[in-house]
């Protein structure tokens, strides 16, 4: 059974930073993509950054050169390192796990203030 867990948002000012995590159970990480997805409210979930099984990354636009994604296989842990957080960055973040279908953590907020 799959089970995603997010952790690590928070309230955090403008040009601050955080780290999110997420454990992955029930998943070999190593031969999997895994992702970051973000919700504001009003708005449809967006990718935010995505890892192939062999470390290639990807990310949206807006957070190029800010977001780092990394994983750690030994602990079954993805990561988002969110640097220069913006007002627009202000979403719930979601960890995603594709195997057959969709698969969605809980969500962990994340609010930007200036």
């Known amino acids: 059974q799959v089970q995603l867990v997010e952790s690590g948002g928070g309230l955090v000012q403008a040009g601050g930073s955080l780290r999110l995590s997420c454990a992955a159970s029930?998943?070999?990480?190593?031969?999997?993509?895994m992702g970051w997805y973000r919700q504001a409210p009003g708005k449809e979930r967006e990718l935010v950054a995505h890892i192939t099984s062999g470390g290639t990354t990807n990310y949206a636009d807006s957070v190029k050169g800010r977001f780092t994604i990394s994983r750690d296989n030994a602990k079954n842990t993805l990561y988002l390192q969110m640097n220069s957080l913006q007002r627009e960055d202000t979403a719930v973040y979601y960890c995603?796990?594709?195997?057959?279908?969709?698969?969605w953590g809980q969500g962990t907020q994340v609010t930007v203030s200036s």
């Open positions: 029930g998943v070999t990480m190593c031969i999997s993509g």
């Open positions: 995603n796990y594709w195997f057959g279908r969709d698969y």
